[in-house]
C-alpha cells in the first residue's frame, strides 16, 4: 500500500524560505508522477507543483519562479524549496502520488 508522509512546515516571516520533503513508501516510486497540494483557510485544495516520473516539473501560476519541486528515486523522496514566500502561502501543505495516496499534510504559515 502507497503512503506518504510530509515533514519541514512551520512558521516563517514574509520573505523567509522553507523546505519541505515527503516520504514515499509501499510502491515503485520511480513510476508515479509526484506532487504538492495545498489547502488555504477557507478555501478550496489547489495544486502547487507536479512532478512526472521523469522529472519534469509543473507549477501554479503563484508559486512560479519562488518554489521548486524535486525529486530523488534513489532516496523515494521529494521536496518543495519555497522562497520568497507571503502571507497568501499560508496553507497546509499535501504530498500527493497522483492517484494513489495523500499525506496527513503538514501546516506553512506566513507570517511578522
Known amino acids: 500500500q502507497v503512503q506518504v508522509v510530509e515533514s519541514g512546515g512551520g512558521l516563517v516571516e514574509p520573505g523567509g524560505s522553507l523546505r519541505l520533503s515527503c516520504a514515499f513508501s509501499?510502491?515503485?516510486?520511480?513510476?508515479?508522477?509526484m506532487g504538492w497540494f495545498r489547502r488555504p483557510p477557507e478555501k478550496q485544495r489547489e495544486m502547487v507543483a507536479v512532478i512526472s516520473s521523469l522529472g519534469h516539473p509543473i507549477y501554479a501560476d503563484s508559486v512560479k519562479g519562488r518554489f521548486t519541486i524535486s525529486r530523488d528515486n534513489t532516496r523515494n523522496t521529494i521536496d518543495l524549496q519555497m522562497n520568497d514566500l507571503n502571507p497568501e502561502d499560508t496553507a497546509v501543505y499535501y504530498c500527493n502520488a497522483l492517484g494513489a495516496a495523500w499525506g496527513q499534510g503538514t501546516q506553512v504559515t506566513v507570517s511578522s
Open positions: 509501499g510502491g515503485r516510486f520511480g513510476s508515479y508522477t
